[in-house]
Protein backbone atom coordinates (compact mmCIF):
# COMPACT_ATOMS: atom_id res chain seq x y z
CA UNK A 1 0.00 0.00 0.00
CA UNK A 2 2.99 2.20 -0.63
CA UNK A 3 1.97 5.85 -0.31
CA UNK A 4 3.71 7.73 -2.76
CA UNK A 5 3.48 10.86 -1.19
CA UNK A 6 3.48 12.26 2.43
CA UNK A 7 -0.27 13.70 3.40
CA UNK A 8 -0.21 17.21 3.76
CA UNK A 9 -0.69 17.83 7.14
CA UNK A 10 2.53 15.86 7.88
CA UNK A 11 5.24 17.51 5.37
CA UNK A 12 5.55 20.61 7.95
CA UNK A 13 6.54 17.29 10.58
CA UNK A 14 8.88 15.85 7.36
CA UNK A 15 11.16 19.23 7.59
CA UNK A 16 11.59 18.83 11.61
CA UNK A 17 11.67 15.61 12.39
CA UNK A 18 12.06 12.91 9.32
CA UNK A 19 12.94 10.19 11.43
CA UNK A 20 9.73 10.40 13.19
CA UNK A 21 7.57 10.73 9.97
CA UNK A 22 9.69 7.63 8.66
CA UNK A 23 8.36 5.60 11.88
CA UNK A 24 5.11 6.68 11.20
CA UNK A 25 4.19 6.06 7.63
CA UNK A 26 6.03 2.62 8.26
CA UNK A 27 3.32 2.01 10.53
CA UNK A 28 0.81 3.17 8.89
CA UNK A 29 1.26 1.36 6.04
CA UNK A 30 1.79 -1.67 8.21
CA UNK A 31 -1.35 -1.01 9.91
CA UNK A 32 -3.65 -0.27 6.85
CA UNK A 33 -2.13 -3.17 4.05
CA UNK A 34 -4.34 -6.15 3.83
CA UNK A 35 -4.46 -8.73 6.47
CA UNK A 36 -7.37 -10.17 9.05
CA UNK A 37 -8.94 -7.41 7.65
CA UNK A 38 -8.46 -6.08 3.85
CA UNK A 39 -7.12 -2.80 2.86
CA UNK A 40 -10.23 -1.79 1.20
CA UNK A 41 -12.36 -1.93 4.10
CA UNK A 42 -9.55 -0.44 6.70
CA UNK A 43 -10.19 2.21 4.48
CA UNK A 44 -13.44 2.45 4.22
CA UNK A 45 -13.00 2.61 8.59
CA UNK A 46 -10.89 4.96 7.95
CA UNK A 47 -13.14 7.24 5.87
CA UNK A 48 -16.10 7.27 8.16
CA UNK A 49 -13.87 8.37 11.05
CA UNK A 50 -12.72 11.17 8.89
CA UNK A 51 -16.64 11.84 7.97
CA UNK A 52 -17.48 11.76 11.69
CA UNK A 53 -14.81 14.32 12.51
CA UNK A 54 -15.88 16.54 9.96
CA UNK A 55 -12.77 15.98 7.68
CA UNK A 56 -14.10 16.31 4.16
CA UNK A 57 -10.62 16.45 2.19
CA UNK A 58 -9.73 13.22 4.30
CA UNK A 59 -12.82 11.55 3.11
CA UNK A 60 -12.51 12.46 -0.83
CA UNK A 61 -8.65 11.39 -0.03
CA UNK A 62 -9.43 8.07 2.05
CA UNK A 63 -12.37 7.25 -0.48
CA UNK A 64 -10.08 7.16 -3.31
CA UNK A 65 -7.46 5.30 -1.65
CA UNK A 66 -10.18 2.34 -0.97
CA UNK A 67 -11.11 2.20 -4.60
CA UNK A 68 -7.68 1.93 -5.76
CA UNK A 69 -7.65 -0.87 -2.76
CA UNK A 70 -10.32 -2.34 -4.40
CA UNK A 71 -13.63 -1.08 -2.70
CA UNK A 72 -16.54 -0.68 -5.10
CA UNK A 73 -18.86 2.09 -5.63
CA UNK A 74 -21.57 -0.04 -3.57
CA UNK A 75 -19.06 -0.52 -0.63
CA UNK A 76 -18.35 3.22 -0.54
CA UNK A 77 -21.67 4.26 -0.67
CA UNK A 78 -22.89 2.03 2.07
CA UNK A 79 -19.66 3.48 4.24
CA UNK A 80 -21.61 6.72 3.37
CA UNK A 81 -24.33 5.60 5.12
CA UNK A 82 -22.68 4.05 8.03
CA UNK A 83 -21.57 7.46 8.70
CA UNK A 84 -25.13 8.93 8.22
CA UNK A 85 -26.26 6.59 11.22
CA UNK A 86 -23.38 7.33 13.40
CA UNK A 87 -22.73 10.73 12.86
CA UNK A 88 -26.44 11.96 11.58
CA UNK A 89 -26.51 14.83 9.09
CA UNK A 90 -23.54 16.45 10.27
CA UNK A 91 -21.02 13.39 8.98
CA UNK A 92 -23.33 12.67 5.93
CA UNK A 93 -22.57 16.08 4.89
CA UNK A 94 -18.90 15.66 4.53
CA UNK A 95 -18.86 11.70 4.00
CA UNK A 96 -20.82 12.86 0.53
CA UNK A 97 -17.14 13.95 -0.14
CA UNK A 98 -16.34 10.28 -0.95
CA UNK A 99 -17.93 11.17 -4.68
CA UNK A 100 -15.76 13.65 -5.37
CA UNK A 101 -13.02 12.33 -7.58
Sequence with gaps: ?????????IQALQQRDPEFVGSYMTQRERILRDGAIPAKYKHLMTMIVDALQSHPDGVANIANRARAAGASEAEVQEAVEVAYLFGGTPALVTAVNAFRV
Design 1 to 9: MAQATLPPW
